[in-house]
């Protein structure tokens, strides 16, 4: 062999002994990584038709961290949840806590029962977070979780999009979501049981967060963005839940209106309505008016992608503090100084009133606003059951519960106390409520 052949053989064996250790590397992580992603079993309450029910739901989730935090989707575990069990790697089950969740990003924070880990002597790795603004279209990703019940699946695709928007009408448990990020698009599968499981590159750090695919389509799978969703996990690490801002601008995006507003290019965002009630309303801009700047900063909303990003630019401003918007109208610039306000959801609390047959959902601030109602206090009636008080008495969904015994319900709570009080001895009781502005009186009789 001569010289040259054995310096090309000597090249060639390092060369493969490079490519084994960072394969080798790879399968050490992306094992680290299977360890590390858990089945969730969730047990909980809902309120409909009049009456509370419990149902069961299965789930996906990745451990983050060595004192057991697991991330997961909102639409898993939420604050209905009563019972909430972690399946490991190993196949032993262990019990769980909610920590926070946070629906505008359909993200949820567990953690693991730790005391049982330790008297069980039960193991667990956690996983590791990638750089979801570094990635791209085309690159290798895998989602992982427990499609229909089948634990530790693993499904390859690609990040279609790395960039993704898209209108979530169906929200999560009637919450508003994904108006403050977009999504990673994957053609890997996801199907329903992967909700709340990482999608993972070739090193089995997490992209994203597995959140939903397209019914009635193939390979058209979303996840929430790492970067995202590390953000809301110490956010809700520390607080539990996530504090936004709101000044109630609707956003749509430019396209081809440009020249229709004497606009350049790449300038300005479209507010194609205003929350009635809001500060933006307070302020006077309506549906049409451009807005050109935000504190200052040129904003550029020309197609829906750009949307996400400079709403949570409002969002992420600190509450109760003062935002200048510089706002196009026809020919005239003008700046508005507005007070931001709580980001709250359309969505209130909801409880049943079995002995009633009645079940309702808290009044908020948001939906009074839509409804245009004189204020936020009072109960939504969203179900009654046929045979019971609340319905032999007249009430219908819709109508909004106002007093009972003549007592205002400015809260739940304090329906909760008149419940009670029938419950435990019970009497006819009057009930308050309006529909369309007209108001009307019904008896609740035992």
């Not at 590397?25 to 990584?33: E, I, P, V």
């Not at 009049?50 to 898993?76: C, E, K, P, Q, Y």
């Not at 977070?129 to 990703?141: E, I, N, R, V």
């Not at 448990?173 to 590159?201: C, M, R």
Request: charged fraction near 20%.
């Amino acid at each position: 062999m001569t010289r040259n052949a054995r310096v090309l053989l000597a090249v060639l064996i390092v060369a493969l002994a490079c490519v084994q250790d960072a394969q080798a590397a790879m399968s050490r992580g992306f094992n680290r990584l299977l360890d590390a992603v858990v089945r969730i079993d969730v047990r909980e309450e809902t309120f409909e038709a009049g009456a509370r029910r419990f149902t069961g739901s299965i789930g996906s989730g990745v451990i983050l961290s060595d004192d057991g935090l697991i991330l997961t989707n909102a639409h898993v575990a939420s604050p209905r949840a009563v019972e909430l069990s972690v399946t490991l790697a190993s196949l032993e089950r262990v019990n769980a806590t909610l920590v926070g969740w946070d629906h505008w990003t359909d993200l949820a924070l567990l953690r693991l029962d730790l005391a049982e880990v330790k008297r069980r002597g039960l193991k667990f790795t956690h996983a590791d977070f990638a750089d979801s603004d570094k990635l791209y279209p085309g690159q290798t990703a895998y989602a992982v979780g427990t499609p229909y019940g089948l634990t530790r699946t693993v499904t390859r695709g690609v990040i279609s999009n790395n960039r993704r928007y898209f209108a979530d009408n169906r929200g999560v448990k009637g919450y508003e979501t994904g108006l403050f990020n977009t999504w990673l698009q994957t053609d890997a599968a996801i199907n329903p049981g992967n909700s709340g499981g990482p999608l993972v590159d070739e090193d089995g750090h997490v992209m994203g967060i597995n959140s939903r695919g397209y019914l009635g389509a193939e390979n058209l799978g979303f996840a929430i963005p790492a970067n995202i969703a590390r953000r809301i996990v110490e956010g809700l690490a520390r607080d539990g839940s996530i504090t936004r801002s709101y000044i109630g601008i609707v956003p749509g995006a430019l396209l081809d209106l440009e020249g229709f507003y004497s606009l350049k290019q790449n300038t300005g965002l479209l507010i194609n309505n205003v929350d009635p009630g809001s500060p933006a309303a307070k302020m006077g801009l309506r549906g049409g008016d451009i807005v050109l700047t935000i504190n200052g900063a040129p904003v550029d909303g020309r197609f829906p992608e750009q949307l996400p990003p400079i709403q949570n630019l409002i969002a992420s401003l600190p509450v109760g503090a003062p935002v200048k918007l510089s706002v196009k109208r026809g020919e005239q610039t003008a700046v508005y100084t507005l007070v931001t306000e709580k980001l709250e959801s359309r969505q209130g609390e909801e409880w049943a009133f079995e002995k009633w047959g009645l079940t309702v959902r808290k009044v908020s601030r948001a939906y009074a606003r839509e409804n245009q109602l004189t204020d936020d206090t009072g109960l939504l009636v969203i179900g009654v059951q046929p045979g019971f008080p609340a319905a032999v008495a007249g009430l219908d969904r819709g109508n909004i519960i106002t007093k009972i015994n003549r007592q205002p319900i400015t809260s739940l709570d304090a329906a909760k106390k008149a419940y009670a009080v029938f419950a435990e001895k019970p009497a006819p009781t009057l009930v308050e409520a309006q529909s369309d502005r007209q108001v009307s009186f019904y008896i609740f009789k035992p």
